[in-house]
C-alpha cells in the first residue's frame, strides 16, 4: 500500500465595508509543514506574521490580477518556496500581496512597479526586485538571502 502526502490547503474569508478578503495557505508535508504561503493575504495578517520576529526569511510579491508578469512569476515563487533545496534547507514564508486590494501596504513598500518582490528578515527588509525573473535566478536569490 503506498503513502500519499497531500498538501494541506484551506482558505479563510474575510468581509470589510470596501473588500471581500480571501486569506489562502497552503502547507505541503512533502517539504516542510510550518513553511507556509499566504496568497492574497491582508494586511493584518501580514503585520500578524511580520511581528512574530522569528528569523525566518519572508517573501512578499506585490501582485495585480491584470498583471501578465505577475501571472508568470507568482507560480515560480510559489515553487521555490515550498521546497528547501532552494533555501539551504531553511523554511521560507511566502505572502501574496494584491496591490488592487491592499493599497495601503503597497506604499508603505514604496512599490512603484509590478512585480515587486521584498525579502524580509525580523520585519526588516533585506533586497528586493521588480520584473518577472527566471526561476534560475529567483532560485539562487533566495539561496543566498536563507543563509
Given at each position: 500500500?503506498?503513502?500519499?502526502?497531500?498538501?494541506?490547503?484551506?482558505?479563510?474569508?474575510?468581509?470589510?465595508?470596501?473588500?471581500?478578503?480571501?486569506l489562502?495557505v497552503?502547507?505541503?508535508?512533502?517539504?516542510?509543514?510550518?513553511q507556509?504561503?499566504?496568497?492574497?493575504?491582508?494586511?493584518?495578517?501580514?503585520?500578524?506574521r511580520l511581528?512574530?520576529?522569528?528569523?525566518?526569511?519572508?517573501?512578499?510579491?506585490?501582485?495585480?490580477?491584470?498583471c501578465?508578469?505577475c501571472?508568470v512569476?507568482?507560480?515560480?515563487?510559489?515553487?521555490?518556496?515550498?521546497?528547501?533545496?532552494?533555501?539551504?534547507?531553511?523554511?521560507?514564508?511566502?505572502?501574496?500581496?494584491?496591490?488592487?486590494?491592499?493599497g495601503?501596504l503597497a506604499?508603505?513598500?514604496?512599490?512603484?512597479?509590478l512585480p515587486t518582490?521584498?525579502?524580509?528578515?525580523?520585519?526588516?527588509?533585506?533586497?528586493?526586485?521588480?520584473?518577472?525573473?527566471?526561476?534560475?535566478?529567483?532560485?539562487?536569490?533566495?539561496k543566498?538571502?536563507?543563509?
Amino acid at each position: 500500500m503506498a503513502l500519499r502526502l497531500r498538501p494541506t490547503f484551506f482558505s479563510l474569508t474575510k468581509n470589510t465595508n470596501q473588500h471581500t478578503h480571501r486569506l489562502n495557505v497552503f502547507s505541503s508535508p512533502l517539504f516542510n509543514s510550518r513553511q507556509k504561503h499566504y496568497l492574497a493575504a491582508d494586511s493584518e495578517t501580514f503585520k500578524r506574521r511580520l511581528n512574530q520576529h522569528d528569523g525566518k526569511l519572508v517573501i512578499v510579491d506585490f501582485y495585480a490580477d491584470w498583471c501578465g508578469p505577475c501571472r508568470v512569476l507568482s507560480p515560480t515563487l510559489e515553487k521555490i518556496t515550498s521546497n528547501t533545496k532552494y533555501s539551504n534547507g531553511k523554511e521560507v514564508d511566502l505572502f501574496t500581496i494584491d496591490t488592487d486590494a491592499e493599497g495601503e501596504l503597497a506604499v508603505k513598500y514604496k512599490v512603484s512597479a509590478l512585480p515587486t518582490v521584498i525579502a524580509l528578515r525580523d520585519g526588516q527588509v533585506l533586497e528586493q526586485f521588480i520584473g518577472a525573473q527566471p526561476p534560475a535566478t529567483v532560485e539562487s536569490w533566495i539561496k543566498r538571502l536563507s543563509t
